[in-house]
């Protein structure tokens, strides 16, 4: 049997409900409801079951944190399987801005908050600390989807002023999760974008995006469109592991197949590239993207803000015991002795030798297979104002 205490967070003073920055319990919005993690350490494997995280610790926000303890009478309570739940939000907008030097876009739209593909090593894990939630189990099982996104993003482009430019899509979670099979917010948010001719860009771990080639490969005829399947390991098993409930290696390149023989430019991400454990297979993975139709490749190194170095370093325990020490060694030699810098120009590539042998395997590897021959640029002048019925008039 495990009992439940409550205890102040290791090394930070305790906060009171009312200075909690989501505000205190009985003041937040019915729909988050205060959550009850389901333990903080070692959740039975019966319990997460083709999830990512081993844990579900407390966000970094909240005044207290869970820990199961045992209390010696040796009885086993394993929970049931873990099940997703989704909740309904209203948002006043869709799109996001940023001004970031690191990505090439500006924009972005999410359908979804959290991720039921479940990615032990997904950067945006720690957002979920914002709604009273844990980074961990329950950013893959507590989602939130976005019913009016194609309607709020009709009423965006509208707007007096809009400078059209690509639309992002899947920078953060990916818009083609299982529960989009249901809510289908992604192929509505591109049926908008393809009726104004608007350009955007997609990035996913999903063969599901095949169901919406018929839209796709519409916008491709009008240079509109251009996806980009992210592979990070070609080891069924490995991606198994890491990432439980994206589509298999072998069905992700299909499915890039699939898009290029449509007319689709498709593209691939060796992301994220982790040392020791798949930086191995980058040749690999990009020669069967190129023979899969790829035309152009990116990269990014395994980053490990927040509360994401302590789920991964978790999983490595776990899953690579022998590895795990020589992994983290080598994350840190590239992150200037620490779990992870955020430097704006270092992020995503890393510093020192090894970080310095990655690009370059990367950049002889994509030279060789022809996938360096510069990015597909999407048509931005095509766009039509929802409502006018004449040409925007770019400047």
Sequence with gaps: MTASRDTARPGRPTRSPANSPVGPAGARPNRLVDPVPLASQGIHQNGRRGRGALTNESGRFEPKTRVLLDDGWGVNDAPAPLKTQVTDETPRTIITRN????????????????????CVYCFARPGHAYYGLSPGLDFEAKLFAKPNAAALLEKELSRKGYEVAPIAMGTNTDPYQPIEQRYRITRSILEVLSAYNHPVTIVTKSARVTRDLDILSDMAKRNLVKVALSVTTLDAKLARAMEPRASTPSRRLEAMKLLSESGVPVGVMVAPIIPALNDSEIEKILTGAAYAGAKSAGFVLLRLP?????????????????????????????????????KWGQRMKGTGPYAWQIGRRFEIATKRLGLDRGRWKVDCTQFRVPGSGRQLELL
């Design 306 to 342: 927040l509360e994401i170095k302590d789920l991964f370093r978790e999983w490595l325990e776990e899953n690579e015991p022998d590895r795990a020490a020589h992994v983290m060694s080598l994350i840190r030699s590239m992150r200037g002795g620490k779990d992870y810098d955020a």
């Design 99 to 118: 001004s970031s030097p690191d990505i090439s876009f500006d924009r972005s739209i999410n359908p979804y908050r959290g991720c039921e593909h479940g």
